[in-house]
């Protein structure tokens, strides 16, 4: 069964880079069916899709994030990771890694791949 | 951009009751909706695709109808275990949006 579980520094700086990464069991992100991505949740603004990749590099964006977002996979390491820069009080979110997945039934665009599984989240707080 | 308006955002259900959740969305999305459980400290489960199929595994309590843009989520029968925050996501037009979500409590 597939398990994602997400890891980094709970408390950025405001200015700074917030980084988290995802680390995959039970299955493998060099996989031509799925897309990786994250999403983030906060009191203000409710749940939030934030980015999301393939194994090898293609990604996307929320352009409400303007291009703060960086979303990449390491195959070698099973995991993909998030980087969010010029961090402010308004990033700061519960921030969960996702697999994302075409439909069943119809060929997908993979910008409107969604998501089958999710991890716990992590809560990042922006403060100095 | 599509907006997602959920209702209600908090309601409390008796064990047996059956429960209806609202999902409108701004613009037609056709069937492009899913819905999700989400319980403190845990991953989130999906639950419908494409608005009215029951994900494999999911008790047959739960299922999903509409089109376009008024959708529901409908928990026949509701138990205790299902006492969780529920929340909608199109994925019919880019970015993915989602609704502001469901708080069920059970008494």
């Known amino acids: 069964q597939l398990q994602l579980q997400e890891s980094g520094p709970g408390l950025v700086k405001p200015s700074e880079t917030l980084s988290l990464t995802c680390s995959v069991s039970?299955?493998?992100?060099?996989?031509?069916?799925?897309?990786w991505g994250w999403i983030r949740q906060s009191p203000g603004k409710g749940l939030e899709w934030v980015g999301s990749t393939f194994y090898s590099g293609s990604s996307f964006h929320n352009p409400s994030l303007k291009s703060r977002v960086t979303v990449s996979g390491d195959t070698s390491k099973n995991q993909f990771s998030l980087k969010l820069s010029s961090v402010t009080a308004a990033d700061t979110a519960v921030y969960y890694c996702?697999?994302?997945?075409?439909?069943?039934?119809?060929?997908?665009?993979?910008?409107?791949?969604?998501?089958?599984?999710w991890g716990k989240g992590t809560t990042v707080t922006v403060s100095s | 951009e599509t907006t997602l308006t959920q209702s209600p955002a908090f309601m409390s259900a008796t064990p047996g009751d059956k429960v209806i959740i609202s999902c409108k969305a701004s613009q037609d999305i056709d069937d492009d909706l899913n819905w999700y459980q989400q319980k403190p400290g845990e991953a989130a489960i999906f639950i419908i695709q494409?608005?009215?199929t029951l994900v494999p595994g999911v008790p047959p309590r739960f299922s999903g109808s509409g089109s376009g843009t008024d959708f529901t989520l409908t928990i026949a029968d509701i138990e205790s275990d299902d006492a969780a925050y529920y929340f909608c996501l199109q994925h019919d037009n880019f970015p993915l949006t989602f609704g502001g979500g469901t708080n069920v409590e059970i008494k």
């Open positions: 996702v697999r994302l997945k075409g439909s069943d039934n119809y060929t997908k665009i993979p910008s409107l791949y969604y998501m089958d599984v």
């Open positions: 039970g299955g493998s992100i060099r996989n031509n069916n799925y897309y």
């Open positions: 494409e608005a009215t």
